[in-house]
């Protein structure tokens, strides 16, 4: 927060009147079980957005992205999306929608920094949108409720900036804490906190995130046309349906090839399915802190992204084949936190030491110095400053 604080008195001459931050968040396991509305396993992670704003006396809000060095500004008076504007319209979306449900303005000026910044568009947006929310919300004393939050961060990632938005990472934003996940029904959308147990405090095993430092675009345009990919088999799914939900689609049906859907549909629905029924079943592994099959089953879904959705790499697979060599290891995985090739890597703590000097090798491969850290999560969205709000 220090550092926000710093960078918006550099850049406006005064010290921000309300500061918010946002926690990022990391799908652990279904991070697609969107598209059939099934279960997933959704924490925080370590990288996290600050927004800190305050007033100008004309009808100008200007921005600035610290981590970015980058400035945008725009008018009270034209809010409109703009191309050129990226990371700015996902503050301007906020604005636009309030400003379209009655509030009144005055001029702003709004600072944004934090690690988050470097993830992907979904991620910075839905982040941005929330920070933004919460910051306007303390500032102009609007007393939102946790809906309207909602709505209104979702509106602006979606209909203002038409980037892909999920409830379930909004509501884990407002609603984690550390050493804790949620168990998402997505057909529900409703969820169950859940204790996550591999942590430092765990004597025998512990989960870590590995950074494979990739570039940041290395994945997203892959994974983007995958989703779209996605949405297309699950749409001719739902037409060969009668009835019922659609995560409750027979799995040997696909594998049988009883449904008429090409190669590709059919990989996609087998394994998205799957990946959503093993998020179920992992909820209870949570709850019974049972590491062994745990890691047996994010073993499961790694071989399925690689093999039958097709969305991993070199330097993911080598790194999760490593794993997978390592005495002491029980399962490693792909996860999404807003970063290109990000694994979760659950292993005993006597076994740690050897992985993470394997990293070096990897390093000697593929040129990147790859990052690690014991996954623990962190605490919610909130205004942190002034500290009594």
């Given at each position: 927060m220090d550092n926000v604080i710093k960078q918006h008195s550099k850049e406006y001459g005064e010290t921000p009147l309300v500061i918010a931050q946002v926690p990022g968040t990391c799908t652990l396991l279904g991070s697609y079980a969107d598209a059939c509305k099934g279960w997933s396993l959704v924490g925080s992670d370590s990288s996290a957005l600050y927004v800190a704003v305050s007033y100008r006396d004309d009808q100008l809000v200007r921005l600035t992205n610290a981590t970015l060095n980058d400035r945008k500004r725009f008018s009270l008076g034209n809010i409109k999306f703009r191309k050129e504007d990226r990371w700015g319209n996902y503050i301007k979306g906020v604005v636009a929608i309030l400003a379209n449900e009655g509030v009144s303005f005055t001029g702003l000026n709004i600072t944004v920094e934090g690690s988050l910044l470097y993830g992907d568009n979904q991620m910075v947006s839905t982040a941005c949108s929330l920070g933004t929310c919460l910051a306007l919300d303390a500032l102009l004393g609007l007393?939102?409720?946790?809906?309207?939050?909602?709505?209104?961060?979702?509106q602006a990632c979606t209909s203002f900036n038409n980037e892909l938005c999920k409830i379930s990472d909004l509501l884990t934003m407002l609603n984690t804490q550390k050493g804790k996940v949620l168990f998402f029904d997505l057909q529900h959308v409703t969820y169950k906190e859940l204790g996550f147990p591999f942590t430092d405090a765990n004597e025998e095993h512990v989960a870590i995130v590995v950074d494979s430092k990739i570039s940041p675009n290395a994945m997203r345009e892959e994974i983007a046309s995958k989703r779209r990919a996605i949405e297309r088999a699950f749409a001719k799914l739902k037409e060969l349906k009668s009835g019922g939900f659609l995560r409750d689609f027979p799995e040997n049906e696909l594998t049988a090839r009883v449904v008429p859907l090409?190669?590709?549909?059919?990989?996609?629905?087998?394994?998205?399915l799957m990946e959503s029924h093993l998020a179920n079943d992992a909820a209870s592994l949570l709850n019974a802190k049972d590491a062994l099959l745990y890691g047996k089953l994010m073993n499961r879904v790694q071989a399925g992204l690689r093999d039958l959705l097709e969305v991993t790499c070199p330097e993911v697979d080598w790194l999760t084949k490593r794993a997978s060599e390592l005495n002491g290891c029980l399962g490693s995985v792909q996860i999404s936190n807003g970063f290109s090739g990000n694994i979760m890597v659950l292993l005993s703590k006597q076994a740690l030491p050897s992985y993470i000097s394997r990293l070096e090798d990897y390093e000697h491969i593929f040129g990147f110095h790859p990052r690690w850290y014991t996954y623990e999560g962190s605490d919610a969205a909130r205004v942190v400053f002034p500290e009594h709000r």
């Open positions: 007393n939102m409720s946790l809906t309207s939050q909602i709505r209104i961060s979702y090409d190669e590709e549909a059919r990989h996609i629905c087998e394994y998205v």
